[in-house]
């Protein structure tokens, strides 16, 4: 079903709830058989009745988004409302609530239904998931309600809403995904009756958009079944944290001349590595795994201001698992908490991507790098004595590891 119909669709939903019906946006029996609509929540007293005839979701995301008073929070799809009333009781009157629609219809009746409910710290803003009309850091949570499985452009919606979200901030959506092999007409056949017109992602993919957006600390849990592999689930993330004026992201191919600049810095200083000149980014990227490579960023100018990347160790399967990271900090920037943040991120992402080891060799006269590596749980594994000459000098290497959680 193309855009423009999906909102025609909604836009009935919400005349007839307008008129005072209660609507569903799938067969009846499977909506009240799949746990959509006001199923999933605990206190429904205080809202409206337009706001309760109107809901349509297939969980409750304000239950799992932890918000916390004074905090703003955007719900993408807030049809007629009911999440982001329940949100704004949340965050209390020193927060805000954002609904985001794109049918005039919804946006309507959501305003109207938070009329009725006396409700000041909410608006409403007309636009679509894919493109929306905040600026960036504008949020601290992001929920959902069956919403992103509509969209055509599921990984322009996550892109967006890490743009969106503040560092530190959450991602807790409720939403249809699929789970096994299942014939694809007989899923096709499920997707149609639970109303999931554009096609939900599978786990995994979800995970993978997720992750390329930016996302660590995922986890996707299962809620109901429908059949054929067809689920509803909560999807849970975190945009990764980090100090004022700072911003984590995955690395882009425009961060190359910064990064390599900040490479080179690096390796000025005699104590990075037995490299003297910082390859092309053609060979930088070669040799990078491309779901581990992460920068920091001014999130006032956008400038890098330090990276961390991987390599994988050997082809051989059995070392599938074993990365060498590489972790680099501008000279101007190295008493910032840089370092650290970049390496939590990468650990959380390391891990989620299934890698169960971390390694690296460092010089012993760094030791900073050291001591921060021990701080985030590597251990020293042993000294290669002598291992290589680094202008014209035989140099140790303090080589070091970090075991996953599940390694």
């Given at each position: 079903?193309?855009?423009?119909?999906?909102?025609?669709?909604?836009?009935?939903?919400?005349?007839?709830?307008?008129?005072?019906?209660?609507?569903?946006?799938?067969?009846?029996?499977?909506?009240?058989?799949?746990?959509?609509?006001?199923?999933?929540?605990?206190?429904?007293?205080?809202?409206?009745?337009?706001?309760?005839?109107?809901?349509?979701?297939?969980?409750?995301?304000?239950?799992?988004?932890?918000?916390?008073?004074?905090?703003?929070?955007?719900?993408?799809?807030?049809?007629?409302?009911?999440?982001?009333?329940?949100?704004?009781?949340r965050v209390g009157p020193r927060g805000m609530?954002?609904?985001?629609?794109?049918?005039?219809?919804?946006?309507?009746?959501?305003?109207?239904?938070?009329?009725?409910?006396?409700?000041?710290?909410?608006?409403?803003?007309d636009g679509s998931i894919e493109d929306i009309?905040?600026?960036?850091?504008?949020?601290?949570?992001?929920?959902?309600?069956?919403?992103?499985?509509?969209?055509?452009?599921?990984?322009?919606?996550?892109?967006?809403?890490?743009?969106?979200?503040?560092?530190?901030?959450?991602?807790?959506?409720?939403?249809?995904?699929?789970?096994?092999?299942?014939?694809?007409?007989?899923?096709?056949?499920?997707?149609?009756?639970?109303?999931?017109?554009?096609?939900?992602?599978?786990?995994?993919?979800?995970?993978?958009?997720?992750?390329?957006?930016?996302?660590?600390?995922?986890?996707?849990?299962?809620?109901?079944?429908?059949?054929?592999?067809?689920?509803?689930?909560?999807?849970?993330?975190?945009?990764?944290?980090?100090?004022?004026?700072?911003?984590?992201?995955?690395?882009?191919?425009?961060?190359?001349?910064?990064?390599?600049?900040?490479?080179?810095?690096?390796?000025?200083?005699?104590?990075?590595?037995?490299?003297?000149?910082?390859?092309?980014?053609?060979?930088?990227?070669?040799?990078?795994?491309?779901?581990?490579?992460?920068?920091?960023?001014?999130?006032?100018?956008?400038?890098?201001?330090?990276?961390?990347?991987?390599?994988?160790?050997?082809?051989?399967?059995?070392?599938?698992?074993?990365?060498?990271?590489?972790?680099?900090?501008?000279?101007?920037?190295?008493?910032?908490?840089?370092?650290?943040?970049?390496?939590?991120?990468?650990?959380?992402?390391?891990?989620?991507?299934?890698?169960?080891?971390?390694?690296?060799?460092?010089?012993?006269?760094?030791?900073?790098?050291?001591?921060?590596?021990?701080?985030?749980?590597?251990?020293?594994?042993?000294?290669?004595?002598?291992?290589?000459?680094?202008?014209?000098?035989?140099?140790?290497?303090?080589?070091?590891?970090?075991?996953?959680?599940?390694?």
């Open positions: 079903m193309a855009h423009d119909e999906i909102i025609d669709r909604y836009s009935g939903l919400a005349r007839a709830a307008a008129g005072g019906e209660r609507i569903v946006d799938c067969g009846t029996d499977a909506f009240e058989q799949g746990g959509f609509g006001l199923a999933g929540y605990d206190d429904i007293s205080a809202l409206p009745e337009g706001a309760v005839r109107a809901s349509l979701g297939c969980g409750n995301p304000v239950a799992v988004a932890d918000l916390r008073p004074g905090e703003t929070v955007l719900d993408l799809g807030s049809g007629g409302g009911i999440d982001v009333l329940l949100s704004a009781r609530a954002y609904g985001l629609d794109a049918s005039d219809d919804m946006l309507r009746l959501a305003r109207r239904n938070t009329r009725e409910a006396g409700v000041t710290n909410v608006e409403f803003l009309p905040l600026p960036a850091h504008a949020v601290d949570a992001i929920i959902s309600n069956c919403v992103i499985n509509l969209s055509d452009d599921k990984a322009a919606v996550l892109a967006e809403a890490f743009r969106v979200l503040r560092p530190g901030g959450r991602f807790g959506v409720s939403d249809v995904v699929t789970d096994g092999e299942v014939a694809p007409e007989r899923r096709a056949a499920v997707e149609q009756r639970v109303g999931c017109v554009a096609g939900a992602l599978s786990v995994e993919d979800y995970r993978s958009l997720l992750r390329a957006a930016g996302f660590t600390g995922l986890r996707i849990t299962l809620t109901a079944d429908h059949g054929d592999g067809v689920h509803s689930a909560i999807v849970q993330a975190a945009k990764p944290a980090i100090g004022p004026g700072l911003e984590i992201r995955p690395m882009r191919d425009a961060d190359a001349a910064q990064v390599l600049t900040i490479y080179q810095a690096g390796l000025d200083t005699g104590q990075a590595s037995f490299e003297t000149t910082a390859p092309s980014w053609e060979g930088f990227t070669a040799g990078k795994l491309a779901h581990l490579r992460y920068v920091t960023t001014d999130a006032q100018t956008g400038e890098v201001v330090g990276w961390i990347a991987a390599s994988a160790v050997s082809a051989r399967p059995v070392y599938a698992g074993v990365v060498e990271h590489s972790i680099y900090v501008h000279p101007g920037c190295q008493a910032n908490g840089i370092g650290r943040a970049l390496l939590t991120v990468f650990i959380d992402a390391a891990e989620d991507a299934g890698v169960w080891t971390i390694q690296s060799g460092i010089f012993p006269e760094n030791t900073a790098s050291i001591a921060l590596h021990q701080a985030l749980g590597f251990r020293v594994v042993g000294t290669r004595e002598r291992i290589g000459r680094h202008h014209g000098t035989w140099r140790d290497v303090v080589f070091i590891e970090r075991r996953s959680s599940f390694g």
